[in-house]
């Protein structure tokens, strides 16, 4: 397959970033990050979850936020629901925030551990399984067309281990089959990588793998965690894949209570994938400079670093955009940032360059 012509790259900044951060940052703070995120050119911002506060104290404030924001015109604000009652809440600020949108064809997601799934959503696996049957059901009383299929932290485990290719594809089969008897076909499969098991080579063979079983299948979505450094590499083999639904974050913020790494499972950051994407003339809405501005402005926010390098480096200097050739010497971060803060925040460094043509060492 070829790579896409355009992506969807959803911002998970205000849900997956702010989940995992304290719980103390004002409400004032969070509507500027998120009034940010906005300008960047994002076509899909989640504004968080509507959870529980007892499990993500970070989202007790999510109806306030809701209430607040100011939606941006050409965007669909989502937020994340977790059972029926947060379904009622978001859907309370319809049209304001679409949860609507991609629900009607129906979903069944199934975490590949089972101590996950008894940590993050309180259910086993098999009774994860078990609620299959009722959403192939429902789905046929409502006349769906097709459905989708989450296959969770599909790749490997922190409490049980790497998950092979076959066990893979012998959950999803069991979730296939149950679609397939109700003459409903699975047309799209999401990886669900909390645990950033991801690699290059394991995306790529199960997509090679699902695509050969199941040709029905033409929409993958990545949602990988960045745990182990190499989130955008197989982001990388899923473009070459043709997939072109993504999940990020700014600056990678993000992280995981449930799966033993906290903030260092944080997901790829956005203006890290958005600058590979159109370094590959792939299109994806986004403006990279205003990415780097809204990461600055996050770690504004949460009070230290995150872990983009574009927002940190710049994007690549191209033609009135190039240093200048007699620039001083350039160490810290601070400094790093002259492309956006001006030459003055070098002043002062030792310069390397002599008349203008010859170097002084």
Not at 270 to 294: N, P
Request: charge should be negative; charged fraction near 25%; include cysteine.
């Amino acid at each position: 397959m070829a790579f896409p012509k355009s992506v969807t790259i959803t911002d998970d900044t205000m849900r997956e970033g702010l989940q995992i951060e304290s719980a103390d940052i004002p409400v004032s703070e969070k509507l500027r990050l998120l009034d940010a995120l906005g300008e960047t050119g994002a076509k899909v911002i989640s504004i968080g979850s509507f959870a529980h506060p007892k499990w993500t104290p970070q989202m007790a404030c999510i109806d306030e936020i809701a209430e607040k924001f100011v939606p941006k015109e050409g965007i669909r604000y989502t937020a994340a629901v977790f059972n029926q009652k947060g379904f009622e809440r978001a859907d309370a600020y319809y049209p304001k925030i679409d949860i609507r949108t991609g629900r009607g064809g129906f979903s069944s997601n199934v975490e590949l551990c089972d101590t996950f799934a008894r940590r993050n959503y309180n259910r086993t696996q098999a009774q994860q399984l078990a609620t299959v049957k009722g959403t192939v059901e429902a789905a046929v009383n409502a006349g769906a067309e097709s459905a989708s299929v989450g296959l969770g932290n599909p790749f490997g485990s922190n409490y049980e281990g790497p998950f092979s290719l076959q066990q893979r594809m012998d959950l999803l089969e069991e979730i296939v089959a149950q679609y397939r008897e109700g003459g409903i076909p699975v047309t799209k499969v999401t990886f669900l990588d909390a645990m950033g098991w991801n690699a290059p080579h394991l995306v790529e063979e199960t997509l090679e793998a699902i695509s050969e079983k199941y040709p029905e299948v033409t929409k993958f979505h990545m949602h990988l965690h960045n745990s182990r450094g190499q989130g955008i590499a197989s982001f990388y083999a899923a473009l070459k894949f043709g997939v072109d639904s993504f999940d990020t974050s700014i600056g990678g913020m993000g992280g995981c209570p449930y799966c033993g790494n906290g903030r260092a499972a944080g997901h790829v950051p956005t203006e890290d994938f958005v600058d590979l994407c159109h370094e590959l003339g792939i299109v994806t809405g986004y403006d990279l400079d205003k990415l780097i501005e809204a990461a600055a402005i996050a770690e504004e926010v949460v009070g230290h670093p995150l872990w983009g390098h574009v927002s940190k480096a710049g994007p690549r200097p191209r033609d009135d955009r190039l240093y200048p050739r007699d620039m001083p010497f350039v160490e810290t971060l601070d400094e790093a940032a002259h492309f956006r803060n001006g030459p003055g925040v070098y002043e002062g460094q030792l310069s390397p360059w002599k008349d203008g043509d010859a170097l002084s060492r």
